[in-house]
């Protein structure tokens, strides 16, 4: 079945430690790829986002992703965490010849300080 | 990107009581879209909204539960309608970007409480 996976439902890193949050698409064509951040109490924030072109895409707040199409996969990075970044994470996808989203199950994001 | 706006933020009804929510873009859009979120769970697309025609709803969401409008390119409205504390979640509208963007911009949501 097609899905959009998020293995990691929680994530904790100190700041300033390195972030990779993980996402897997099962879609044959390559879809539309996008990361969002969600605050508590918030929407959600769009941080970037993969149409073509470029594998390593950058986003805002220091945030980039690589696209896999080997392994299927648009992970999300960032070099060095801050607290502010403490957050809930949806990778969501974009089917080719369609227009909805279909989102990840969410990556609760825990900063230590 | 669009700016989206949704009243209410929060809201506690009672049971078999109807809730009203309400969807406002800074900028004229084709397509919006509502979405719920159930506590800890992920987004879960409930119907699109296209402004001249009736709203497409996803598998498990009826017309009858959650009747939509879109008056204009601007605005939208979901109801909740004969509520149950199932239908305690946060709910969202998004807008779709113009020139063929597929990117989705959210508001800040709506969070229900039925009790």
């Known amino acids: 079945a097609q899905s959009v996976t998020q293995p990691d439902i929680h994530i904790t890193v100190s700041e300033g430690a390195s972030l990779e949050l993980r996402c897997n698409y099962s879609?044959?064509?390559?879809?539309?790829l996008f990361w969002y951040v969600q605050s508590p109490g918030q929407g959600l924030q769009l941080l970037l986002k993969?149409?073509?072109?470029?594998?390593l895409v950058q986003g805002i707040k220091g945030f980039e992703a690589e696209f896999k199409r080997s392994q299927s996969s648009f992970n999300l990075r960032k070099p060095s965490v801050h607290w502010s970044d403490a957050a809930e994470y949806f990778c969501?996808?974009?089917?080719?010849?369609?227009?909805?989203?279909?989102f990840g199950t969410g990556t609760r994001l825990k900063v230590l300080a | 990107s669009a700016v989206i706006s949704q009243k209410p933020s929060r809201d506690i009804c009672q049971r078999g009581t109807s809730l009203t929510i309400q969807c406002q873009v800074d900028?004229?859009?084709?397509?919006m879209f509502w979405y719920r979120q159930q506590p800890g769970q992920s987004l879960t697309l409930i119907a699109t909204?296209?402004?001249?025609?009736?709203?497409?709803?996803e598998s498990g969401f009826v017309i009858d539960k959650f009747p939509i409008s879109r008056p204009n390119l601007t605005f939208s409205t979901l109801t909740v309608s004969n509520m149950s504390p199932e239908d305690s979640s946060i709910y969202l509208c998004?807008?779709?970007?113009?020139?063929?963007?597929?990117?989705?911009?959210f508001g800040p949501g709506t969070r229900l409480t039925v009790t």
């Open positions: 993969y149409f073509s072109g470029d594998t």
């Open positions: 998004s807008a779709q970007g113009q020139g063929g963007s597929y990117e989705q911009y």
């Open positions: 900028s004229q859009v084709t397509m």
């Open positions: 909204a296209n402004q001249g025609s009736e709203a497409t709803y």
């Open positions: 879609y044959g064509a390559t879809p539309y």
């Open positions: 969501a996808v974009v089917p080719s010849g369609t227009y909805k989203y279909i």
